[in-house]
């Protein structure tokens, strides 16, 4: 999404993470009234609109919305606001699939709530921001999953091989709301914010039983978890791990344990030089006094200089440099993500799909950039020529069934023409111009 912040909302921004910053221990109490200010309920508005998201559980979607017209629309969410009238629906569940199998339960809250918690993320990430630790990267402003992934790398290369490689059970669900309310109140005391957010955390959510009933679970009695899916969800995990990434500062665990900890909301490793088990007991003991659990199935120690681990979509480990037999630490995307790659082209090619061939092709495009976009750090070369081939192939196969030729196509559609006059693009070609961009 690249919506420019305007520069009204962005000066707001800015002086709320100053004051915070110049004055660690200062409480804001007046924000709610600028939560429903015009301005930045239209910007949530539109930041909500260009994610796309599905309807929640009223069946409201954005062309019902602006058939209607929005400005009408945002005016009575800003009366509820002002009025302290509104509240929010439940949050409809959906399972979607998770890359290692099995499945993830994300919710959708309706467009309404989706705009009024981005309008609130807008007042308080810049408060929070300030509080965050520089080992925290996911869902932060100028921050990204592959500067984490920049991170591990460096850590792995100057010595700390010995890795924890760490899994929370269920952490967006298991999140506890008067610990968690407590960590936000040390920032927020406008009471009428807090009462918002609580809204949020206790909003009943609705799935289907097993006989495709309607089913409301949660609401007031809820006293875990925030879900998946949510504007607010990211801030709020985050705001939460961040007490483990503090106290491990002030606990001095770098110098401790000789390591560092890399974060990515949920997803962490810490990094040591032979004090890994010291490290990962520590921390077994913190995250249960904080009321969250490690996975003891999926939690391991692993050294990186004989055995590679996964992170963020990486795998990390020594690999030989085929020139001269030499070993080196390397970050190459992993297998699974190569394997997912693949699938979503299968998908996506099917021999049954009936789209003229340019609207198929700007769709296979976009999702070679976004794969190649991400996987361009480290060591390329064998998952791009994995990718290139796959998607070759699949073009190739997929040409040939809707021109009816009687023969593989090769010769019809070599590999120069599919990359070149067809348009497809290179993903060698993408991964080279993801790596210059700043």
Known sequence: MSLKTPAKIRTLQRKLYLKAKAEPDYRFYLLYDKMYREDILFYAYRLAKANRGAAGVDGVTFDQIESQGAEKWLSGIRDELRTKTYKPHPVLRVMIPKPGGGQRPVGIPTIGDRVIQTAARLILEPIFEVDLEPNAYGYRPKRSAIDAIRTVHELLRQGYTEVVDAD???????????????????????????????????????????????????????????????????????VYMNRFLKYWRI?????????????????????????????????????????????????????????????????????????????????????????????????????????????????????????????????????????????????????VERHKVRSPGIRQFPSEKVFGEIGVLLPRSIMVAARRVP
């Open 168 to 238: 929370l059970s269920k952490y967006f669900d298991t999140i506890p709301h008067q610990e968690l309310m407590k960590c936000i109140a040390r920032r927020v005391v406008d009471r009428n914010v807090l009462r918002l957010i609580k809204l949020w955390l206790r909003a009943p959510v609705e799935d289907q039983d097993t006989d495709g009933k309607r089913r409301l679970t949660g609401g007031r009695k809820s006293r875990r978890g925030t879900p998946q899916g949510g504007v607010m969800s990211p801030l709020l995990a985050n």
């Open 251 to 399: 606990k001095g665990c770098d110098e401790r344990f000789r390591a560092r900890v890399v974060s990515y909301a949920d997803d962490f490793v810490i990094l040591s030089r032979n004090r890994a088990v010291e490290a990962l007991q520590w921390t077994n003991v913190v995250m249960n006094r904080m009321g969250l659990m490690l996975n003891k199935d999926k939690t391991v120690i692993r050294d990186a200089r004989r055995e590679g681990f996964a992170f963020l979509g990486y795998t990390f480990g020594r690999m030989r440099f085929k020139k001269d037999g030499s070993w080196y630490m390397a970050a190459r995307p992993s297998k699974s993500s190569i394997k997912r790659i693949k699938q979503n082209v299968r998908t996506l090619l099917r021999p049954c799909e009936k789209g003229a061939w340019p609207e198929v092709c700007d769709r296979l495009n976009a999702l070679l950039r976004g794969w190649c976009g991400y996987y361009c750090y480290g060591t390329t070369q064998i998952a791009s020529r994995a990718v290139e081939r796959n998607v070759y192939n699949r073009v190739r196969r997929f040409l």
